[in-house]
């Protein structure tokens, strides 16, 4: 289930209305999806766009996206490290973050001007659009374990503008500390 975390108030949020509704007075879209057919756990990417088109061509003509991908990533990624140090500092987008997630999870932390720094915990059937220009980051999480449909305006794709504020180190656990310790998410 998904669960908003406010650290520094000592809150948790989980009731699934109740952080959509926190995350829409913010700003954040946040909706549960469903596929429209069984999927395979190794079914194609566009095994799994086809699953979810309806939801998928609602998004983009509300919001204007344009192009859309499958992306997964496991403890078996080449190079984890590397990947996950890239979404881990704050940064912001020139568009819109769009993620569904089809399987697995991870967690959005959100640093939005006149609230506490919070985090969501996404899980399979989440959608998230952190938009354009939002101080956030992104963390996989202890089992590292997430397949992703993404969204983007731009063709581009995907472009981190760091802020280079280092507020992302107060939150970030050391996944190098054994899961289920203290210091583990
Ligand atoms: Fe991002």
């Not at 699953?51 to 080449?78: F, H, M, N, Q, W």
């Not at 990947?83 to 769009?98: G, M, Q, W, Y």
């Not at 985090?119 to 996989?140: M, Q, S, Y």
């Not at 397949?147 to 970030?172: E, H, M």
Request: hydrophobic share 40%; glycine share 8%; net charge negative.
């Amino acid at each position: 289930m998904a669960l908003l975390t406010i650290p520094d108030e000592n809150t948790e949020i989980s009731d699934w209305n109740e952080i959509s509704a926190f995350l829409a007075a913010r700003g954040v879209r946040f909706e549960q999806w469903a596929a429209s057919a069984p999927l395979a756990d190794d079914a194609s990417a566009e095994e799994v766009i086809g699953a979810y088109e309806s939801d998928i061509d609602r998004l983009k003509r509300e919001d204007g996206y344009v192009v859309c991908d499958v992306i997964s990533v496991t403890s078996g990624t080449p190079n984890l490290d590397q990947v996950r140090a890239k979404f881990l500092p704050e940064h912001t987008h020139s568009e819109d973050e769009v993620r569904y997630f089809v399987e697995g999870s991870g967690l959005f932390w959100f640093n939005i001007a006149g609230s506490p720094v919070f985090r969501v915990r996404c899980e399979r059937g989440d959608l998230i659009a952190v938009p354009k220009n939002t101080r956030h980051w992104f963390d996989f999480g202890p089992t590292c374990f997430v397949k992703c449909i993404r969204l983007f305006n731009d063709p581009a794709g995907w472009v981190a503008n760091y802020t280079g504020s280092g507020i992302d180190q107060k939150y970030n656990p050391v996944y190098a500390t054994p899961v289920g310790s203290a210091a583990a998410v």
